[in-house]
């Protein structure tokens, strides 16, 4: 079992900035694991913004609303994920969810909230224009 706790959401201005951090506890040492960011705004699905190959620093995505603007990371020592979101606009507002797979077969899995077995309780993320 994986634990993830997430922290960090708060109301900003447009063109704001704001780091999360996804901590991690638990049988983290497993598996290696995927760990992604998906965000849901009312009356709308969970989306996919972010993921990070926790053993490959090299091997992120990102959803295209967000590229040049977030960035992925991860702390080795404090076994943490960032997401650092610069430049931020009215439409990012949302609950921002942390989430962890053992790795799988595809990267277009990694898309899917439907892929992830370890979620975080979430973190308000509101940005006013």
């Known amino acids: 079992q994986v634990h993830l706790v997430e922290s960090g959401g708060a109301s900003v201005q447009a063109g704001g900035s704001l780091r999360l951090s996804c901590a991690a506890s638990?049988?983290?040492?497993?598996?290696?694991?995927?760990v992604a960011w998906f965000r849901q705004s009312p009356g709308k699905e969970r989306e996919f913004v972010a993921y990070?190959?926790?053993?490959?620093?090299?091997?992120?995505y990102y959803v295209d609303s967000v590229k040049g603007r977030f960035t992925i990371s991860r702390d080795n020592v404090k076994n943490t994920v960032y997401l650092q979101m610069d430049s931020l606009k009215p439409e990012d507002t949302a609950v921002y969810y942390c989430?962890?797979?053992?790795?799988?077969?595809?990267?277009?899995?990694?898309?899917?909230?439907?892929?992830?077995?370890?979620w975080g309780q979430g973190t308000q993320v509101t940005v006013s224009s």
């Open positions: 638990g049988r983290t040492g497993d598996y290696d694991y995927v």
């Open positions: 990070l190959n926790w053993n490959d620093r090299n091997d992120r």
């Open positions: 989430a962890a797979t053992p790795l799988l077969s595809t990267s277009v899995a990694y898309l899917r909230a439907t892929s992830y077995a370890f």
